[in-house]
């Protein structure tokens, strides 16, 4: 079965993660800019990262037949710093030209501070600025709920973006509603401890339905599972879904908001 | 599906699960020491369990949330611990 694997950390992946994906049915990889576990010391540790999501890891990708896209913005865990935040917001736009860049993300909150929010004002300015796609990191656990609900104010006030080219991230059942209600899409993380499960995935998608919504693996350094796109496929199998429903999921769906972007090209 | 293929399906890792949940009650409750704010989420949320509601999930997610709205004055750490705890 072929999908798109949406939302993956491969700079922390080994190569072998990027063959079991392929040999999976994964055609394009996209990969949020995000936090490396660690801050990072000044804005050229950003140049760097930006570099390698631009240039290095399309090449590692390719060995494998796999397209590589990327977002690119300064994540939630270090917008605490807003000098640092403008600093490599200022960086962006001259990678916005790179033919891999797909818009602005992981953008978000982490704690739901008033600098978090301060500078995910400044990078919905920038999509807005550059007309980009915008991917959106809602809070983990305990602040999941208020975190997506001060990201859907900042969005809703600003005019000039368009929700359906807005995809918010890591959406659980008590967050996904109020998304879909506000006409932006809603990803579903699956991982193994926190966020939505195989079965939980399935059953929002049963109760929410499958328009405007995608699943990923969001693999990164942590506890993670690259191939868990396809393993919530077959899971969706033996729930009785159908193929072509199956492939709506995880792979019409975010064709056709990855699309939206001029750059997504999966030459098929 | 119907509701006995979804029991063939998933019954016996659900049951894994409560039992993974009675054992560590247990294990908590042998330990010396007191409980803490997740404990008491915790058990908040396992009285969710034998709601008649549909949502459970949700209802869950909810108890262990932070419910206020305005944005706190400055994050001083990154992590979170799954459980929203006041600060007095």
Redesign the interface.
């Known amino acids: 079965m072929r999908y798109i694997e949406p939302h993956a950390h491969m700079v922390s992946r080994t190569t072998d993660d990027y063959e079991r994906m392929a040999l999976a049915g994964c055609e394009a990889v996209c990969e949020p800019a995000f936090?490396a576990g660690f801050d990072r010391s000044s804005p050229a540790g950003f140049f760097d990262y930006f570099s390698q999501l631009t240039e290095h890891e399309p090449k590692r990708a390719a060995k494998f037949g796999l397209k590589h896209f990327c977002w690119l913005c300064i994540n939630s865990?270090e917008a605490?710093d807003v000098k640092l935040a403008e600093e490599v917001i200022a960086l962006i736009p001259k990678f916005l030209k790179r033919p891999n860049v797909l818009g602005i993300g992981e953008i978000g909150l982490?704690?739901?501070?008033?600098?978090?929010?301060r500078v995910l004002e400044m990078q919905v300015e920038l999509a807005a600025k550059f007309n980009q796609l915008i991917l959106v990191h809602t809070?983990?656990?305990?602040?999941?709920?208020?975190g997506t609900?001060?990201i859907l104010d900042v969005l809703k006030n600003d005019k000039r973006i368009q929700p359906g080219r807005v995809i918010i991230d890591h959406v659980?059942?008590?967050t996904v509603e109020m998304v879909l209600n506000c006409g932006m899409w809603a990803g579903m993380t699956l991982y193994p401890e926190t966020k939505c499960t195989p079965?939980?995935a399935i059953?929002i998608l049963e109760t929410y339905g499958s328009e405007n919504i995608w699943m990923n693996s969001a693999c990164d350094w942590g506890v993670s599972d690259p191939l868990a796109v396809p393993k919530t496929a077959l899971e969706m199998k033996?729930?009785?879904h159908l193929a072509s429903a199956v492939e709506k999921i995880i792979f019409q769906n975010p064709k056709k908001f990855l699309r939206q972007s001029k750059n997504f090209k999966l030459g098929i | 599906m119907t509701r006995q293929q979804i029991l063939d399906l998933y019954f016996l890792d659900a049951r894994h699960k409560l039992i993974e949940i009675a054992a560590f009650l247990d294990r908590v409750e042998r330990a010396e020491g007191k409980d803490d704010f997740r404990l008491k989420s915790f058990r908040a949320a396992l009285a969710k369990l034998d709601d008649k509601k549909k949502n459970r999930a949700k209802e869950v997610l909810m108890i262990f949330s932070d419910l206020t709205t305005k944005p706190i004055g400055k994050a001083t750490g990154k992590g979170a611990v799954g459980a929203w705890q006041k600060i007095k």
């Open positions: 936090w865990k605490e982490n704690k739901n501070s008033r600098n978090e929010l809070p983990h656990l305990e602040d999941k709920l208020k609900k001060l659980e059942e008590h079965a939980r059953d033996k729930r009785g």
